[in-house]
């Protein structure tokens, strides 16, 4: 399978990343030369094998449904670029 | 006082146990040392010289007392991956402009908790994203190690010394240094580089598909990635999770082990974290391996690999069998396709991963006419080339329509590649011998490298398996190529057996030795 630019910039897209159109048709040739690479796992023959999910055969540890962390909005909006009394602010998204 | 710096952990742990030297003195010979090196070999992205000073302080005080811990005073470099409270931490990258997190990640929180010195944060890919170290924001980092060449030129007898030496018939060999400068590899290239030129004792280091192992072998230092699961990845800064694990690079095998030690626990804030004590690494050392079975897999012999590095594998093939142990011929058939899968599983993680760096809760905000234009924007100028890469990537073959083909082939794939390992190790071997990377260390702004992005891929050609699986692998120098450059061995065990890879790295570095850059920086 390859992408055209179309795709790329399809994808480009649901990724979040702006991309002129120079970027785009550069990556259209890498992306397919990935592709590419990795296209000769189509001659594995993987029928009745399981999918990995962990490479530890582990039980999913749970914990105590009781409150360990938190009251520390200060530190968790620290780093932000806006904000206003702990809060994220953001290009307005409701009209 | 530059000296100090060239004591290994256990040497400087002696000596500073035993009141000869102090932890301020020996950290004050770290900052010096890293004032010198870094304007030419950028290893570090931050140099915290008053906390590494406070901490030293504190030290002195605790082994004054008697009291010290495991790494009581001990100088570490600490990748940039990390989560260092109110210290720098990017990942390396533009978008995490300004990041100083409010929290320390636990496998600092447990180098600190033994007494270790932070001296400050290392240069790495973005993201761990590469080979080479040079998707860095800040610039790529130079190897300490040059290519050489062995001149033979007659000398008067009475002429000695300056790093040659006088043979029998008068002659002298010297090495003459190229200048082109080398990578150190990477992604954990800053880590590589400060411990092979005596800018920490130590580093810590992490290992997606090879970060840890392949700089370790460009720079002639030891690097271990344990099993999935022995550290902790709580506060580290998250590539591709279900191949992601710290370990350290040290100067030596046993350095390697003593850091491994303080840097593994169980943690119940990763649930991924295995329920398992943490053995005493170092007691491994120089246990006898008479009767172990190691394994040579016939497919980790690649089509173009330098001689140089088929000679040194045949070397540590006997250096083992000298000391004991038995080789066994073993096969790993689905080695060729785990660089393919890795190729999928690794950038789809990423994707998701990478997700939350859209400019709104910490770092980098580029605006925008609305919110999804300002993600975009910030995005296209806080990730870098390769990042962006591997996010599209991953975002294609995660798309509805392509999970099956790619993303599912690929996991299923996985678990062939893991059953590959099963088997040999139900067969009883112990240990598998191979080649840590297909070449020594290449050149900055290599022309093949940069033209075609599969070429840097096939560097973790030899590493990557052993992310795909979850085992631990560790990498130790082996010789010096032709040209003078450090090569390396990987030895790959059982999961949670990191204590056979400690022993028998140990027989190797007994037979090979340790190697050391000559200073030219």
């Known amino acids: ?31 397919n030369a990935i592709l590419g690479f990795v296209e000769q796992l189509n001659e594995v023959d993987v029928s009745g094998v399981e999918p990995m999910t962990s490479v530890t055969p582990m ?37 | 006082m530059s000296d100090l710096t060239h004591l290994t952990i256990s040497q400087a742990r002696a000596k500073l146990r035993g009141k000869e030297i102090t932890a301020a003195e020996i950290t004050e010979a770290y900052l010096s040392a890293i004032e010198r090196a870094n304007p030419v070999l950028n290893a570090y992205v931050t140099v915290t010289e008053d ?31 990390f989560g260092t409270e109110g ?7 533009h978008v995490l402009d300004g990041f100083r997190p409010r929290y320390e990640s636990t496998v600092t929180t447990n180098l600190w908790a033994d007494g270790a010195v932070m001296l400050g944060k290392l240069n790495m890919d973005e993201f761990a994203m590469g080979s080479s170290n040079e998707t860095s924001y800040y610039g790529p980092v130079i190897n300490p190690w040059r290519r050489s060449r062995l001149d033979t030129v007659v000398m008067p007898t009475t002429h000695q010394g ?18 082109a400068q080398l990578v150190p ?4 290239g800053g880590s590589a580089s400060a411990v092979s030129a005596f800018l920490c004792a130590g580093a810590t280091a992490t290992d997606t598909g090879g970060s840890i192992r392949q700089p370790a072998a460009f720079t002639g230092t030891v690097g271990i990635k344990p099993t999935y699961g022995r550290c902790s990845r709580w506060g580290i800064v998250a590539f591709a999770s279900s191949l992601d694990q710290a370990g350290p690079i040290a100067r030596d095998v046993r350095d390697a082990a003593i850091l491994l030690k303080s840097m593994a626990s169980v943690d119940p804030k990763d649930t991924t974290s295995v329920d398992r004590p943490v053995p005493d690494y170092e007691a491994a050392i120089g246990k006898p391996i008479k009767g172990m079975k ?56 990423a994707s998701s991963n990478l997700a939350r760096y859209d400019g709104v809760r910490y770092g980098l905000r580029v605006p925008g006419k609305d919110i999804i234009d300002m993600y975009e924007k910030t995005r296209a100028a806080g990730f870098g080339r390769e990042v962006k890469r591997r996010i599209m990537i991953g975002t294609y073959v995660l798309s509805a329509g392509y999970y099956d083909a790619y993303y599912l082939q690929a996991q299923k794939v996985r678990t062939l590649i893991k059953r590959d390992f099963e088997n040999v190790f139900a067969a009883g071997v112990d240990v598998i011998l191979t080649p840590a990377t297909p070449s020594a260390a290449f050149g900055v702004a290599d022309e093949d490298m940069a033209s075609d992005p599969v ?58 030795g340790t190697f050391q850059p000559e200073k030219w920086w």
């Not at chain 2, 000073?53 to 005080?61: G, N, V």
């Not at chain 2, 300056?162 to 200048?179: I, Q």
Request: glycine fraction near 10%.
């Open chain 2, 455 to 512: 070429k840097m891929y096939l560097n973790d050609i030899f590493t990557v398996t052993v992310n795909m699986a979850g085992l631990p692998g560790i990498a130790v120098p082996a010789g010096l190529d032709a040209k003078g450059l450090p090569l390396g061995l990987q030895l790959i065990g059982r999961p949670f057996d990191e204590e056979t890879l400690f022993q028998t790295a140990h027989v190797i570095e007994q037979a090979a």
């Open chain 2, 294 to 349: 190691v394994g040579i897999p016939k497919e980790y012999r690649v089509d173009g690999m330098p001689e140089d590095i088929e000679a040194l594998w045949q070397k540590g093939i006997a250096w083992l069998k000298d000391a004991g142990a038995e080789i066994v011929d073993i096969s790993l058939p689905h080695t060729k396709y785990a660089l393919p899968a890795y190729y999928i599983v690794a950038p789809a993680e």
């Open chain 1, 1 to 31: 399978m390859s992408v055209d630019l179309q795709t790329v910039k399809r994808v480009a897209h649901l990724a979040r990343i702006a991309v002129s159109e120079e970027d785009a048709e550069r990556m259209t040739g890498e992306l």
């Open chain 2, 87 to 93: 210290v720098h931490t990017q990942a390396c990258s």
């Open chain 1, 59 to 95: 039980e999913m540890k749970k914990r105590q449904d009781v409150v360990t962390d938190g009251s520390k909005a200060t530190d968790i909006v620290a780093n932000a670029p806006a904000t206003d009394e702990n809060f994220f602010l953001v290009p307005k998204v409701v009209e």
């Open chain 2, 51 to 81: 906390k590494a000073r406070d901490m030293a302080k504190a030290s002195d005080a605790k082994l004054a007392k008697g009291e010290g811990g495991a790494l009581e005073g001990i100088p570490l470099g600490i990748k940039d991956l």
């Open chain 2, 162 to 179: 300056d790093g040659g030496f006088v043979s029998a018939g008068g002659t002298r060999t010297a090495r003459t240094l190229d200048n």
């Open chain 2, 185 to 188: 590899g990477g992604s954990s």
